[in-house]
């Protein structure tokens, strides 16, 4: 590995500043303003034009009045034949309209992220080794992306979606900034791995989230949010037909934008198009819908028991067998309402 760049003050600093902000509390407030329809909006992305250089010239929408929001801008779409597609069956297509910040070969199950710095490809998936052993001599290219930059994200190769994993966990900026000075950023960050089989072999686009910019939106999924806040790391498996079920762990691990891969040209015809509109990943359009529950629940007419009252002096009985989770019987055997707040 090469040796490190020193960072220099002002990036120790900023980091610094980042780290001490309150992460998940400013990007959920960020993510309900951000999608408030008002007519400051305009303002907003009027300012957001000059300050990053946005060219709405190639946006499908090119006046600040067009959008509903201010969101609907930041994921704003571009015109037919913006971005063409490289039809070279050699060439590989970026799925990002990013910056190429790293590349290369995965040397002993680690992926560089800045000169000096690296991380474990085992972080970057979630922990699943069965992944990390299929990339371990695989190739990685990280882009990131600028505020101003188009926020979409593109199929690379075309394939067929298996398994999608969310993994909660830090909300730092991906800015140049802090990959000089946090290690292991991308595998700290809060991020969604979809895994993909192609017909040249497996890959992986992972989607790091940062600090104001953490919700993160498939098409075939929706916005992909946590049932509770620190849910642990959840695990979307989709089958041939397109269902999906969900199972969920506890362990923590974390990651960055990368694409282990063996780099292989891509197919000709579509490739590197919108993934909610290349042919090969129509059959992976699935609702989860069907998830599996979290925890095995108890055989039909098996006894359960109440969950302990929060005010010990009135204890509540036993619930009868069979009746429902949220069913509690009061002492005279009448049916009591399920209070708002969740047992622990």
């Known amino acids: 590995m090469t040796e490190a760049i020193r960072p220099s003050w002002r990036d120790r600093l900023l980091t610094l500043i980042v780290a001490l902000l309150p ?12 999608r408030r329809r008002s007519r400051l909006k305009n303002i907003a992305i009027r300012w957001f034009v000059r300050r990053y250089g946005v060219n ?9 009045e067009d959008y509903p929001h201010f969101n609907a801008f930041f994921t704003r779409a571009l ?4 971005r063409p597609i490289d039809r070279d069956p050699d060439a590989l297509v970026s799925p990002s309209d990013g910056r190429l910040s790293e590349f290369g070969r995965i040397e002993t ?6 000169k000096g710095h690296d991380y474990r490809l085992l972080d970057l998936l979630g922990g699943r080794r069965h992944l990390a052993e299929a990339f371990g001599d695989g190739a990685f290219t990280t882009i990131y992306l600028a505020p101003g ?12 979606l298996q398994t999608m994993l969310f993994i909660p966990g830090r909300l730092y900026s991906v800015a140049p900034f802090t990959t000089r000075v946090v290690r292991g950023l991308f595998a700290r960050n809060q991020r969604v791995v979809c895994h993909f089989e192609g017909e040249d072999g497996p890959f992986c686009v992972v989607l790091v989230g940062a600090l104001n910019v953490s919700a993160i939106e498939t098409v075939w ?3 992909v949010r946590p049932p509770r806040e620190r849910s642990g790391v ?11 079920s969900s199972t969920r762990a506890r362990s923590w691990v974390a990651s960055t934008w990368a694409r282990p891969s063996s780099c292989s040209p891509p197919p000709s015809g579509g490739t590197g198009r919108n993934w909610h509109r290349a042919p090969a990943c129509a059959s992976v359009s699935a609702s989860p819908n069907a998830a599996a529950p979290d925890r095995p629940r108890p055989a039909a007419g098996a006894g359960r028991r109440a969950p302990p009252p929060r005010n010990r002096r009135h204890a509540w009985p036993a619930a009868s067998a069979g009746a429902p989770r949220t069913t509690r019987l009061r002492a005279n055997g009448a049916r009591r309402a399920p209070r708002s707040r969740r047992w622990r």
């Open 109 to 114: 199950g680690r992926l560089l992220q800045a």
């Open 79 to 82: 015109k037919a034949g913006a």
């Open 234 to 244: 959840i695990e979307y498996r989709y089958d041939r037909s397109g269902r999906c």
């Open 56 to 64: 709405l010239a190639e946006a499908a929408c090119e006046r600040p």
């Open 23 to 34: 992460q998940h509390a400013l990007s959920r407030l960020v993510f309900h303003l951000s």
């Open 149 to 160: 930059d188009y926020h979409r994200v593109h199929m690379p190769l075309a394939g067929r």
């Open 221 to 223: 999924h929706g916005l």
